[in-house]
Every structure is written in structure tokens, then in C-alpha cells.
């Protein structure tokens, strides 16, 4: 098999799928059909409308390879961002529910199964908002920018600054189901837990494109258009609406009410027991799900129970 420090124009598409199997998914998320036979990596680029220089960047990014944002065409690394959008909501992400749900068996379902399904469910919910902020703000940002359209409310720094990975909870459900189910020889589910965290790391790598790839070749063009002296100016506010701030760290009271809505405990409950108002639990429960970002009681429940706060004897 050839090595490769750097994949070129000249290479051969199919030498670039046997160095690294993961490009495949690169070729979807350009629309380039397999199929390709002894095609150098140009020729199949051009025969499909994608910019060659943006293929080979993104295909060198996602290999480790080095690389160079300022070969990019802005506008195709959005159409393959919206494709990889596309992937995970349309196809990824609901069959590994179908799977989740038939390896767990909720047919026969315990209150830890059912909460695991929950917290998936909100973490999809999360990956919608995620990705549709950036479709709907972003993305329209980006293509007013390619029309000569700046605007003196919004650039892609303000995007960049608040952009975090979308991962993290997958990383609770891995743990959830690695310490919670102990059938032996589960192989289906043992089959999606490896979705999920290949699932994870192709997520890692799409947040990675994004700030590495995409930001710094939009902040690119804005100078370009701001230098040109061509630019005009479109002060529409983009509502930032899917970031929240969030804190590094729980209070041990914020801990202490985590523990007791995972019991099960009402407002009022739980001002009994830590001496509390019920206005100031709600202040609280308000608190934690702006930084957790868990908007249910089965999200604090499984938080809970992955981080110690409680265990799974304590649930009612």
C-alpha cells in the first residue's frame, strides 16, 4: 500500500481510501459516489463539481496530514458541513436509537433502561439545536458574507468564541451502559456501544473541521472583503440562541439537589430537607440546568448516578 505524508491532486482516490479507511465518510459528505476505479483525486473532483483544493484539506485534516485553510472554498466546506449535519441527524444518530432500544430491551425494561433511552433522546435534542443554530445563523452569515454583505453585529468570531464540542454527554451514556449492564455476552449491545463511541470521535472530528478548517477561512474572507473596500454592510442581529454560558463547576448545594431530584423528591421536598425555600430550589434547579445543559429529571438522574451523587438503590 503507498504512503502518504501529504495527499495530492495527482494521487489516486482509491490509494487515499486504502491509506485511510475513515475517508469514506469524506466522500459521502462531498456527494462523491464510490466506484471510482483508477481516477486520480482531480479528475473525480471535477467530475462531481467539488473544488479539489477543499477535498484534499479536509481529506488531509481528517488524516492527520498537514494542511492549509487558505486553499479552502468557503462555499463548498459549507455544502459538505450541511451534508455531515445531514448524516448525523438523518441517518447516525436514529439508528443507533433503533439499536439502543432493541439491545437494552425495553420490552422487559428496568428504570435504568428507560432513562438511558431518555438521556439519548436529550442528547439528540442537543446535537438539533447544536446544528441548527449553525445552519440557520451561521451558515447564513457565511453565504451574506460570499454576496459582499458584512454585518457590524455578528462575524464568525463570535460564533468561534462560544463553539464547543458536542460530545460530553455521549460520554455519559458510554459509562451509563458500561456500568449498568452487566449481561454477559450482550453482543448487540456491546455492537452499539461501539457506534457510540465511533459515533464520539467523528463528532470530535467534525467540531475540529469547524474550528480549524471552516472559522479561520471565513475570517479569511472577511478581511479580504473588508480590504476590498466592496463590502456592504447588513445589520441583521443573529440571535445566538443554542449557547448558553456555562460554569466549570456545581456548588455542593447545586449537588445536594441534584441528589434529591434524582430520589424523586418534589420542590417542596426538597426545601424541607435542606432547609430551603422553595423559590430558592428552583433558583437552583434553574442554576444547574444552565450549566449542565440537562433540562429533565431522567438527565439529572443518569448525571447523577455516572457522577456518584447518588446510587442506583437510592432511586424510588
Known amino acids: 500500500m503507498k504512503q502518504f505524508d ?3 491532486s495527482t494521487d489516486k482516490m482509491r490509494d487515499l481510501i486504502q491509506h485511510n479507511n475513515s475517508l469514506i465518510m469524506v466522500l459521502a459528505r462531498f456527494d462523491i459516489p464510490l466506484g471510482f476505479g483508477e481516477k486520480t483525486v482531480d479528475e473525480i473532483c471535477q467530475s462531481h463539481n467539488i473544488d479539489t483544493n477543499t477535498f484534499l484539506e479536509v481529506a488531509n485534516f481528517v488524516s492527520n496530514n498537514s494542511f492549509d485553510y487558505t486553499n479552502i472554498s468557503v462555499k463548498s466546506l459549507i455544502n459538505y458541513l450541511k451534508k455531515a449535519h445531514e448524516y448525523y441527524l438523518e441517518f447516525s444518530l436514529p439508528a443507533i436509537r433503533r439499536k439502543l432500544i432493541e439491545a437494552i430491551d425495553l420490552a422487559h425494561s428496568n ?3 428507560i432513562l438511558i433511552i431518555r438521556l439519548y433522546d436529550e442528547y439528540v435534542n442537543e446535537v438539533k439545536r447544536h446544528m441548527g443554530y449553525e445552519n440557520n445563523v451561521v451558515f447564513r452569515y457565511v453565504d451574506n458574507l460570499l454576496q459582499k454583505y458584512l454585518n457590524r453585529n455578528y462575524t464568525i468570531s463570535t460564533f468561534a468564541g462560544k463553539h464547543s464540542p458536542i460530545g460530553d454527554r455521549l460520554t455519559q451514556l458510554k459509562d451509563a451502559i458500561i456500568c449498568y449492564f452487566p449481561e454477559k455476552n450482550n453482543y448487540l449491545l456491546n455492537d452499539v456501544l461501539l457506534d457510540i463511541m465511533i459515533c464520539e470521535q467523528d463528532l470530535a472530528s467534525h467540531c475540529k473541521i469547524e474550528d480549524q478548517l471552516f472559522v479561520p477561512a471565513v475570517e479569511l474572507e472577511e478581511i479580504k472583503l473588508k480590504n476590498s473596500g ?5 445589520d441583521d442581529k443573529n440571535k445566538d440562541l443554542s449557547y448558553k454560558e456555562k460554569s466549570d463547576s456545581l456548588t455542593q448545594r447545586e449537588k445536594d439537589i441534584i ?3 434524582a430520589k ?6 426538597i426545601a424541607d430537607a435542606l432547609f430551603l425555600s422553595v423559590h430558592t430550589v428552583t433558583t437552583h434547579r434553574r442554576n444547574i440546568a444552565a450549566k449542565l445543559q440537562i433540562h429533565s ?13 447518588i446510587r442506583i438503590e437510592d432511586l424510588k
Open 259 to 261: 441528589a434529591c431530584v
Open 6 to 8: 501529504h495527499y495530492t
Open 111 to 113: 428504570e435504568i433502561s
Open 264 to 269: 424523586g423528591m418534589s420542590n417542596k421536598e
Open 230 to 234: 466592496k463590502a456592504k454592510y447588513s
Open 297 to 309: 429529571p431522567s438527565g439529572i438522574t443518569i448525571y447523577a448516578i455516572v457522577n456518584h451523587l
